[in-house]
């Protein structure tokens, strides 16, 4: 369920981003106010929200059950270099996720270890403009790393995509708000191992992927 659930937002953000791309071709001449605005390339935006993830299925001392993590707070910065008016940026990303591993067998949940989440992504955003603001869809390619706190495994680093849908609103001259909702994907394999202690090492028994939801809000600056 949880897998189909995952495919239809993909879907969902696919087709969101045909739109954007297709509202954004040169015939397009009312997107007026947001558009005419801008007076700065580069935007810094520090940002805060909650992520969740979906679970994962293991192996723990011999054991097959679900691995997952608990909801948490999430936050980064985003710097973005506009490339044509604010409505398309390359974009640096960063991000920042401390939480609970957990295994769940049988209804119960074992608490595994304190892990933390980073992600590490360049990307682009396409956006198009309604008054003054700027409706957007994003997409970035780079590097996620998971880093167990038992001091006793390694940090993995593993290649990720994300997608995003969101908008962003001026509030002053160098000023805005930005709000999005993005989809962080990791690929994994089928022999990874994770958080090792005296049950044994989490093993992949399930998917090669992870999923992530998260929800965030920030102040860009621009400059």
């Known amino acids: 369920m949880k897998r189909r659930i995952s495919c239809g937002v993909l879907l969902f953000l696919l087709v969101m981003t045909g739109n954007v791309l297709a509202q954004n071709a040169p015939a ?16 810094i935006t520090p940002y805060g929200g909650v992520v969740w993830t979906r679970g994962y299925d293991v192996l723990l001392g011999g054991q097959r059950g679900n691995l997952d993590t608990r909801a948490s707070a999430v936050w980064g910065v985003t710097v973005g270099y506009s490339l044509r008016d604010s409505l398309t940026q390359v974009e640096l990303i960063y991000s920042h996720q401390d939480t609970d591993l957990y295994f769940e067998l049988s209804g119960e949940e074992t608490e595994v270890t304190g892990v933390s989440i980073e992600h ?3 990307g682009g955003l396409f956006g198009t403009a309604r008054g003054r603001t700027v409706w957007f869809t994003t997409f ?19 290649f990720s995509l994300m997608l995003g849908l969101g908008a962003k609103y001026p509030i002053s001259e160098k000023l805005g708000v930005r709000l999005q909702a993005r989809l962080p994907y990791m690929f994994v394999d ?13 093993n992949s028994a399930g998917g ?6 998260d929800l965030t809000a920030g102040l860009i600056i621009a400059f």
């Open 140 to 158: 970035s390619l780079g590097a996620s790393r998971w880093a167990p706190k038992d001091g006793e495994s390694d940090d993995a680093w593993r």
């Open 190 to 202: 089928d022999t990874a191992s994770y958080a090792c202690g005296e049950s044994g090492c989490l």
């Open 120 to 122: 590490l992504h360049i």
């Open 28 to 43: 397009a001449q009312d997107t007026s106010t947001a558009k005419n605005e801008l007076k700065h390339r580069f935007e």
């Open 208 to 213: 090669r992927s992870i999923w992530q939801f």
